[in-house]
Nanobody, 118 residues
Framework: QVQLVESGGGLVQTGGSLRLSCAASESILNIYRMGWYRQAGGKQRELVASSLNDGRVNYKDGAEDRFTISRDNARNTIYLQMDRLKPEDTAVYYC????????????WGQGTQVTVSS
């Protein structure tokens, strides 16, 4: 089981930026896939971006225009850089980890609130 701790959320004005961090309890080189998801009030949780340990990344349609996922293997941390934020980006952002490529088991962090004011 991988422990994940998100940080970096907060209140920002439209057009502003935030960088979210997700620190893992073990080497992320051993984690097949890590991702950022978000859940707005009354909506389903949705993928924002994901990163495989071979370097490949994937984004929700259009998200790569403003969001960037990255890894710092030395710090066992992944990041989500969010630029030109919009009110519709307001949500709780969660980090997850799928350690084993051949398993469906996923660990989740506790989430961090992002609020974008208009």
């Amino acid at each position: 089981q991988v422990q994940l701790v998100e940080s970096g959320g907060g209140l920002v004005q439209t057009g502003g930026s935030l960088r979210l961090s997700c620190a893992a309890s073990e080497s992320i080189l051993n984690i097949y896939r890590m991702g950022w998801y978000r859940q707005a009030g009354g909506k389903q949780r949705e993928l924002v971006a994901s990163s495989l340990n071979d370097g490949r990344v994937n984004y929700k349609d259009g998200a790569e225009d403003r969001f960037t996922i990255s890894r710092d293997n030395a710090r066992n941390t992944i990041y989500l850089q969010m630029d030109r934020l919009k009110p519709e980006d307001t949500a709780v952002y969660y980090c997850n980890a799928r350690k084993d490529r051949y398993s469906d088991y996923i660990d989740w962090g506790q989430g961090t609130q992002v609020t974008v004011s208009s």
